[in-house]
């Protein structure tokens, strides 16, 4: 799903965008009254988040044919296992426990002219797995059990608008997966819809530039993945015809078509349709009880060496959702990832190096990743992946983004990754096929279209437009 929009609006849309993109202190709402709102919602919304043990869980359950782990709805989410064979990585063979969330939900930013300027209505929202309870989430984040009222709480706020929408006010809308390690074939429906004057911020949003947004994103733990994911689907920003040899410059000039790239976007795309036709992954849905070297106690779910992540359950207090308090599972992972993209100018334009990455949850078993994305501590015993080396040796100098950013606190207990951008003045993949130079403006046209790029890559898709 796709949305589109004839070529006179597509270039509106991409200067309006621009002139967001610059306007980093804000119209509605300046930089420094946001810093003091969002410091009030942290201290206004209680979230209290409580470790308890299975049989404590209220609704949910374990299967006793299965093992899996429930809702007794059938809503929401289970927690079942996968078996694995094939691929490309070191292991060609396990079994692990996976999430199952069939369902699709809405991730959407609702958008509105502000004093000339366009502004995105963003949500302080508190999450259970969150390391910080508040975060900036999008001005809707559902899922199709939550917006249909199966946890039979208050409606969704501004549902409404990203529901029925008016022609011509769709500004992104496509399907994109989520984490494909943890997540069993997971998609939401990401969204940027245009609404007019009569929608005002409630006393949990805010309005802000995608200038302010991009200066947030620096912020460690703040802007939250589903914010994140919904921004990479925006169009690029009209960069007109940049000079100068810096940076920002060679960014703008990525963003730019005109300015070439070292593959055409056929060359890309035949590329990424070779990767899906040379994999043979075989993916195989099976009980939790029969999954191997997994062990489950009172309190969690863990692999018998304490790599990967465990499966936990906590009773969360919240005065700002649509129930005061529940139980559920979480995936609490263990380690901080580095999720990491290396990027050189050639020509004078800025590349980033992506990898064609393998992981049993996606829909097509290959997806673009971030030149580097896992978590050091699983690889004590496995050969280190490839360029990780060179991220972790990276000189100062050569970081241009770097920030620590929560994945997604609804099903992951304080899943952090300290996401990069680095510099290289060489090429540090040769011979490799599994890796490619792409252009800004090359990624934004595959996030045109579903299950291109993971949500990793996207968060940095995001990251790197912030560097113009």
Not at 307 to 325: I, W, Y
Request: hydrophobic share 40%.
């Amino acid at each position: 799903m796709t949305a589109t929009l004839s070529r006179s609006a597509e270039s509106d849309l991409a200067r309006r965008i621009a002139e967001s993109a610059l306007a980093t202190d804000g119209v509605a709402t300046s930089t420094a009254e946001f810093h003091a709102w969002y410091a009030e919602r942290c201290r206004a919304q209680v979230h209290e988040v409580r470790r308890i043990p299975f049989d404590e869980l209220r609704g949910w359950g374990f299967d006793p044919a299965t093992g899996n782990l429930g809702h007794h709805t059938g809503r929401f989410f289970t927690v079942m296992g996968l078996a694995v064979r094939g691929g490309a990585g070191p292991v060609r063979q396990w079994t692990q426990p996976i999430i199952s969330q069939p369902e699709i939900g809405v991730l959407g930013i609702a958008v509105r002219d502000i004093g000339g300027v366009l502004h995105c209505l963003m949500q302080a929202k508190a999450e259970p797995g969150n390391v910080n309870k508040v975060q900036l989430s999008p001005t809707v984040q559902a899922t199709r059990s939550n917006y249909t009222g199966a946890h039979g709480g208050a409606a969704v706020p501004y549902l409404a608008h990203f529901r029925a929408v008016a022609p011509g006010r769709v500004l992104a809308d496509v399907l994109q997966s989520e984490q494909g390690s943890w997540f069993y074939r997971k998609r939401n429906r990401n969204m940027v819809v245009e609404v007019g004057p009569e929608v005002d911020a409630g006393p949990d949003f805010c309005w802000l530039t995608v200038g302010q947004l991009h200066e947030l994103l620096r912020v460690d733990n703040l802007v939250n993945m589903d914010a994140r994911t919904v921004l990479s689907c925006l169009p690029d920003a009209a960069p007109g015809m940049p000079g100068g040899d810096d940076v920002a410059a060679a960014v703008r000039r990525s963003c730019d078509p005109r300015f070439g790239s070292l593959h055409s976007t056929t060359d890309v795309l035949s590329w990424i349709t070779a990767k899906h036709s040379e994999i043979e992954l075989v993916t195989t849905p099976i009980p939790l009880v029969d999954v191997r070297c997994w062990r489950r106690s009172d309190m969690a779910i863990s692999h018998e060496q304490g790599l990967h992540f465990s499966v936990v359950a906590v009773d969360v207090r919240a005065d700002s959702r649509e129930v005061g308090s529940w139980t559920q599972p979480l995936l609490e992972p263990h380690g901080i990832g580095v999720i990491a993209l290396l990027v050189r100018r050639i020509d004078g334009v800025l590349h980033a190096l992506v990898n064609a990455r393998v992981e049993p949850g996606y829909l097509d078993a290959v997806e673009l990743a971030p030149t580097v994305q896992c978590t050091p501590d699983n690889y004590t015993r496995l050969d280190r992946p490839p360029l990780l080396d060179l991220v972790l040796g990276r000189r100062p100098e050569q970081v241009l983004f770097d920030a620590e950013l929560s994945e997604e606190g609804g099903r992951f207990h304080h899943a952090r990754g300290r996401y990069l951008i680095i510099e290289v003045d060489d090429e540090p993949a040769a011979g490799r096929d599994d890796f490619r130079w792409l252009t800004v403006h090359q990624l934004t046209g595959l996030l045109r279209h579903s299950h291109y790029l993971n949500v990793e890559a996207r968060t940095l898709v995001a990251c790197l437009r912030s560097l113009r």
